[in-house]
């Protein structure tokens, strides 16, 4: 079998002096290497959005967007952040060396430069984008795979119930039993408020990935008083309570205490917390729902005493269509109910943490930022 050929990779370089975007276009030209030139951060930005590159070679001193500007906005778009990035400059103090270092950047390098040197940095940097490239398509190619088997099982499922439920009614109508008829019914439905619940978490991720959340916190946020909130939420659920016969218990250690948050937001996180610990709880029927200072945030504790999780697999759980030991439980839900929870928590500058409780069960927790100048003082 013949290796594949590949190319030596694309480059792109960006500085104002057009005698150094010349030299760097003709070394690296030599060696077959696809250079493309700007001469700031804007230009690159918009050269990076026609076509992507596998190596960053960056000035530091520009006009409109300097090098720095041009690394902290491509770090911050999840679709360039891989693409290492070379400072070449002719600022060479130590000081500025460590600045462009703590940036993140790859590496610094500083004008006259070896051009031996820098040919064997680039082959390095370039070989190593595209090794996360190719591991960033692995990744993409299981979620993919993922999502195809969550969605596949997740919608066959209670369709089936719908359908095969309706056929029998339509084929036996008046000859079937009154509870045979009412057991179908049932099963209509509950297959019908599965597949609603599914399509509701899908509709509220495309929400979260299309930035209407973020807006919404934005323009919506306010003050909210942490232990109001909570009582709210729990309220809701009393008659969920009540019918699965749990027992709750509410303590408020931080009696007073203000986030600045979107209440639907956070009453959303706390629904899924709430409903997790009802629905990996079998024989121990009892949630407590604590609010307690955490280093200089606050947090809420949802605490069951349900079969725990395995800790080392949490962040799987916290991935879109995943949940832990899914293999192994029959979970119903398209595993979305972690996902949105620690997106909604991050817009509104929050995170969640999961932990299993000493004596079984599982603490899942809601951190937030005190709202400003509203730190209370601990009960």
């Known amino acids: 079998m013949e290796k594949e050929v590949r190319e030596p990779g694309s480059v792109l370089v960006v500085d104002d002096n057009p005698l150094i975007t010349n030299v760097l276009e003709s070394l690296l030209s030599s060696q077959s290497y696809d250079v493309q030139c700007c001469s700031n951060g804007q230009e690159a930005l918009d050269a990076l959005e026609r076509k992507p590159v596998d190596l960053i070679i960056c000035d530091v001193m520009m006009p409109k967007l300097d090098g ?33 270092l703590e940036t993140g950047a790859d590496d610094y390098v500083v004008k006259p430069f070896d051009p031996g040197k820098l040919l064997s940095m680039v082959k390095g940097k370039v070989l190593r984008s595209r090794s996360l490239k190719t591991a960033s398509a692995e990744k993409y190619d299981q979620f993919r795979k993922k999502i195809i088997h969550t969605l596949s099982h997740e919608f ?14 339509l084929e036996q109508q008046g000859a079937l039993a009154k509870e045979k008829a009412e057991n179908l019914l049932q099963a209509i439905q509950r297959g019908g408020h599965r597949l609603e619940k599914l399509v509701n978490d899908f509709m509220l991720m495309q929400q979260i990935e299309a930035g209407i959340a973020q807006r919404l916190f934005e323009t919506r946020a306010s003050k909210q008083v942490l232990g109001e909130l909570v009582r ?3 309220e809701a659920r009393k008659d969920v309570f009540a019918q699965e016969e749990f027992d709750v218990e509410f303590v408020d250690y931080c009696r007073g205490a203000e986030v600045y948050a979107y209440l639907p937001h956070i009453q959303e996180i706390l629904f899924r917390f709430i409903d997790n610990a009802i629905k990996f709880s079998n024989t121990h029927k009892s949630i407590e729902v604590v609010i307690t200072p955490h280093d200089r945030e606050v947090a809420i504790e949802v605490r069951d005493r349900g079969m725990g999780m395995n800790v080392v697999r949490v962040q799987d759980a916290i991935d879109a269509f995943g949940q832990v030991d899914r293999d192994k439980l029959e979970q119903q839900g398209g595993g979305l109910g972690l996902a949105l929870a620690s997106r909604y928590a991050k817009i509104n500058g929050g995170s969640i943490e999961l932990h299993n409780r000493k004596n079984g069960g599982a603490v899942v927790t809601l951190v937030l930022p005190y709202a400003s100048d509203s730190e209370p003082e601990p009960h």
């Open 68 to 100: 720095y500007g041009l690394h902290e906005s491509l770090r911050a778009k999840a679709e360039f952040s891989h693409i290492p990035f070379i400072f070449l400059t002719a600022l060479s103090e130590e000081s500025e060396k460590r600045k462009g």
């Open 156 to 169: 066959r499922t209670p369709l089936v119930a719908i359908n095969t439920g309706t056929e029998l009614l």
């Open 232 to 234: 709210v939420v729990l």
